[in-house]
Structure formats: C-alpha cells, structure tokens
C-alpha cells in the first residue's frame, strides 16, 4: 500500500496523527518507492544535512498527502456535502471529442481513456505559481523552478453543464461559435481500482504509462485578503473560506465545515514550517530551489487565482 492510500485512510483520525505519522516516518521501507522524497534526498550531497532534513521532508509529504485526501472528490468528509448531485463535465471541441470515441472504439481493452495533457502548456501563465505567491505573502523566500525530469499531467473539468464562458474557452474550433462539447463524466470513474488512464507518446516515452485517476478540487486564492477558497457543496455560491491569516485558529463559523478547514489550516501551517527549516538548515541557493521544486510539486497546480473561480467552479 502506498503512504497517500495510508494517509488517506485515516478519516477522522486527528488526534493520533502525530503518532500516525512518527510511524511513518520511521517506516523506510515505505519510502522506497516515493519519487518525489528520493529526488529530494539525491538534490542533497552533504550528509549532516541529509540527516537534519531527512525526516522534516518526510513529514512535510505526509501533511500534503493529508490534502491531496481532503480535496479528493471521492472523499466521504466532502462527499456528504454533494453526495451523487454535482455533475462532472470537460469542455472540448467538437473534433476532439470525435477523436476520443474513435480511439475508445478501437480500443477493446481501455474504452474508457480520457486525454491528459502537460501542465505546462496550460493557457493560464500563472499555472502552478499562485503557491509562491502564499509564501511571499507569508514573507518566506521560495524560488521553484520547472526541472527537466519533473513532468505533471492534468484535465480540467468543471461542476457547470451549459457554461458560455466555459464553452468560449474551452469548446470552440477555429474561433466558432457551436463546435464545441459538454462531456458529462460518471463520478464513479474517478478514484477507481483500474489503472487504464494512459498516456501514449512515442516522442516522450517508449511504453504506455497507467494513472490513477484522482478528481481534486480546486483551491482559489484571494491574494488581497490573504485567503483560499474552495466549494464542496450542492450550491456554487456557499464557499469554504481558510483565512492564512489566521493559521493558528481553529474555529470556524460553518460547524460543518471547521473540521476540513482545519485541516487545511495545519497543512499550512506545516509547510511555512518546513520551509523556515529548509532556508535556515541548508546552504547554496540552487540547492534550495531543486528542493522546493520537487516537494511542491504534489499541490502547487491545485492553487489557482480567484478570478478562475466563478468561470470554472
């Protein structure tokens, strides 16, 4: 079993986290695996400091697994806030929607591919930066960077069946109006045991590559007043609000919610931590950046700006 699949079953476990945890992370054999922890550890060539940061890494990850679980659209601490009455839907053109029928079609064995592209090449050039804006507003010094090796994958979809702007951005060949699709997607399709998500590209990889495929919702940030903002209701105007600004207090004003915002709060709270670790424990600047790169690299592109919120919530 994997840490994220640990992580995520934990539930409402919080006050054995801590214990949780120190197992964990006393657990190498389940470190093995992880890409992101050993791409971190090879960043590192000093061995004092390999030890001092060792285990603040390892902790760090299982804080961001412990979000990665909260905003996962399967997980039963959201899911009795929507149940079964969002829909799921990906706006595509016309053209690219045949595509993708005719590749299910011939495709015996995975008739139930969806296309996913690289981050990267998203139309939003603050993709994956909103993250660094946090920290700059928290007064930390992060600077990560795009590396070679390190190649996110992602489909947007959307809670909006018939959104103009939606089909405007998203469902339009050559610039026309009606060439566009509202692809509406069955919720038991995500977070499945079957692995046939793949991506096939002889110009980067030799072989197909199975994904699980993880639904999250998005958080939106609020750089003004220092918030991030997130909906997992029936309705798309009853936002959850975590307030950066006030990190250390636990209560919030919906009870229903105060459990996940509190959660999210000490995510937060666990990543300035590390990264005042990180900056007063290792020395030489690149080195800092590889590691930030690579540690971020789980949550930074589930962050965007608030102005995407109403377009896309």
Not at 197 to 204: A, G, K, R, V
């Amino acid at each position: 079993m994997s840490i994220i699949n640990i992580v995520s079953g934990m539930e409402k476990g919080e006050n054995y986290i801590d214990n949780i945890f120190k197992i964990l992370i006393n657990k190498d054999n389940i470190w093995k695996n992880n890409k992101i922890f050993a791409s971190i550890m090879k960043c590192i060539n000093n061995d004092s400091q390999f030890n001092i940061i060792k285990n603040n890494i390892k902790t760090n990850l299982l804080y961001q697994y412990r979000l990665l679980s909260v905003l996962s659209f399967n997980n039963p601490l959201l899911s009795e806030y929507y149940s079964n009455k969002i829909n799921i839907n990906h706006y595509l053109t016309l053209n690219t929607l045949m595509i993708l029928l005719n590749e299910n079609q011939n495709d015996k064995v995975n008739s139930n591919n969806m296309r996913i592209t690289n981050i990267i090449t998203a139309n939003d050039s603050k993709e994956g930066k909103m993250l660094e804006d946090i920290f700059a507003k928290k007064g930390k010094k992060v600077k990560m960077k795009n590396i070679d090796n390190l190649i996110s994958f992602q489909t947007s979809f959307s809670r909006n069946t018939d959104s103009l702007t939606m089909f405007r951005l998203y469902g339009k060949s050559n610039n026309q109006e009606f060439t566009g699709a509202s692809l509406v997607i069955k919720n038991d399709y995500f977070n499945s045991d079957d692995d046939n998500f793949q991506y096939n590209s002889n110009d980067i990889f030799s072989k197909n590559i199975n994904f699980k495929k993880n639904l999250y919702w998005i958080l939106y940030y609020n750089e003004e007043e220092n918030i991030l903002i997130f909906n997992p209701t029936n309705s798309k105007y009853t936002n959850v609000v975590i307030d950066l600004n006030k990190i250390d207090t636990k209560e919030y004003e919906d009870k229903r919610y105060e459990y996940i915002v509190n959660i999210i709060k000490s995510v937060f709270n666990n990543i300035f931590e590390t990264i005042d670790y990180i900056n007063n424990n290792i020395k030489g600047e690149n080195i800092k950046s590889d590691i930030f790169s690579y540690l971020f690299e789980n949550i930074r592109y589930l962050i965007k700006h608030e102005a995407f919120l109403k377009s896309r919530n």
